[in-house]
Structures are given as C-alpha cells and as structure tokens.
C-alpha cells in the first residue's frame, strides 16, 4: 500500500514537472536580453514596455476581457436557471436526458463548435464580429455553468424551500432569497470557470472573429505564426499571472464560504443542545 502511495506522488509531481516547466521556461525568456529563446543574455523589462506600448495590441486585450467578462455573466445567468430547471424536472429519464445533452455540448471539440455556429450564422446572415463570438461563447460556458451549480443543489435542504413556501413566499421570493443563497459558491464557481474559458478560447473565436474583431489568443496565433517574438513569452506571462490571481481569488471565495457554512452548522448543533 506505501508503495503505490508513494508511486502516485511521484506520478504527481511529473505530471506537475511536465505541465509546470514549459511555463516557467516561457516566463523566464521573457525577461531575456536577447532576442530568442536559445540562451539568456541578461535579464530586461523591454518586451513587457513593448507590449504595454503597443495600442494594437492593448485593443485586443480589451476585446478579450470585455468579451469574457460578459459571456461569463450571461452563461452564468443562464446556467444557472438551467441547472434549477434540471433539479427541479420529476421525471428522472427527463432530467438525466437534459443532463446527457449538457455533457455533450462539453466533450465535442471546440472545432466543431467553431465550425457549426460558423454554417449557422451564415444561414441566418449574421455578420462575423463581436456579437457573434459574444454568442458563441455564452453557448459553450452555459454547460459549465450546470456542471458547477447542479452539485450545490442536490447539497441544497430541501426543508428550507419547504418552510419558506409554507410562511407564504412565492416563486421569486423562495428563488432569490433562499435558493440562489445556498448555491452562490457553486455560482461563482461556474462563472469563474466560464470567464476562463472565455479568456482563453482560441478555435472557436478564430472561426467567429471576422475581419473586424479579434482577440488576444487569436493575435498571439498570428504572431507567432511569423516567428517567435519573445513579445509573446510576455504577454503570456501576463496572462499566467491573470489566471493566477483568478484562481486565488476563487480559493478565497470558496474558503470563505466553508467558513461561513461551518459557523451556520455550528450555530444549528448549538441551537439544537440548547433546545
């Protein structure tokens, strides 16, 4: 038993070697005096004042936020009604079917994805550009959104929906002050996810960009594509450290929420000796 305990940590940590050491290379180069990324020369800011000089680029990265930003929001939105509509269905085929075709939408590649809303908004004469990504991405992170709010309502108390229902609240009042309170963590969760997806995307995006919009992962392709720019490794590095600050910001929320969960626990086992 040690010795498979043992043989799985050091699986772990190659796993963490093989994923990890490619992005430290990328960030290390980027503080690289020379020109490429065949030996260090001495250790400058210049590739991070070009990329923060360059207007263009600036443009892109803007695109790339505002568009995960909001199709963060409505997939979230729209997410999480669907995850409630799921819970709540009673037949049990019904709501494992709706379920089925939510995990589809989240193993068929992105390329497929890219490419059928591609024939879609050429049949209805949608034109290419930011409405079109916008719609796309909130398509794809609305199944994120489910997988990430489902799990909090089946750890929901049911009791409380009873009782609010009971004392005469109605549907709205029953959904937004007790329902989305108990599933807010697996809200925010879902909306992190979606805003990472989106921020990151690149098949779908090319293939939805046109000629007049564009993002940072589609600009990245196009450059390095003419030669690696260690332009690049910054802009890289810049968005390495975004995702960082994203992910520690949700660990907090989520700590946060334990913490606030295990009071309220602690409150009811005091309340329940008391009594």
Do not use: C
């Not at 809303?117 to 994120?144: D, K």
């Not at 309170?181 to 995006?205: H, Q």
């Not at 090319?206 to 260690?230: D, K, M, P, Q, W």
């Amino acid at each position: 038993m040690n010795k498979i305990f043992k043989f799985s940590n050091l699986y772990l940590w190659f796993m963490f070697a093989v994923l990890y050491l490619p992005i430290f290379y990328l960030i290390f180069y980027s503080f690289n005096a020379g020109g490429d990324m065949n030996s260090f020369t001495g250790f400058t800011l210049n590739h991070y004042t070009k990329v923060f000089g360059d207007t263009r680029l600036m443009i892109f990265i803007l695109n790339t936020f505002i568009l995960a930003l909001l199709s963060a929001l409505l997939a979230t939105a729209i997410g999480t009604l669907g995850a409630i509509m799921i819970y709540y269905l009673r037949q049990k085929s019904k709501r494992q079917l709706v379920l089925n075709l939510n995990n589809i939408l989240m193993v068929t590649p992105d390329v497929m994805i890219g490419a059928s809303f591609l024939i879609l908004f050429s049949l209805l004469a949608i034109q290419l550009g930011f409405f079109s990504v916008l719609l796309a991405h909130i398509a794809f992170n609305v199944p994120i959104v489910v997988l990430m709010v489902l799990p909090r309502l089946y750890e929901m108390n049911d009791t409380m929906v009873t009782a609010a229902q009971d004392l005469g609240a109605n549907y709205f009042q029953v959904l937004t002050r007790v329902v989305l309170p108990s599933i807010a963590s697996g809200i925010m969760a879902g909306f992190f996810m979606a805003f990472t997806y989106s921020l990151d995307d690149f098949a779908v995006t090319f293939f939805l960009a046109g000629n007049g919009f564009s993002t940072l992962s589609v600009e990245i392709y196009s450059r390095a594509r003419r030669g690696i720019s260690l332009e690049i490794n910054a802009i890289s590095t810049l968005m390495f450290i975004m995702s960082l600050i994203l992910v520690i910001g949700y660990y907090f929320i989520q700590t946060g929420e334990q913490r606030r969960l295990n009071r309220m626990a602690k409150a009811q086992k005091g309340g329940r000796r008391r009594a």
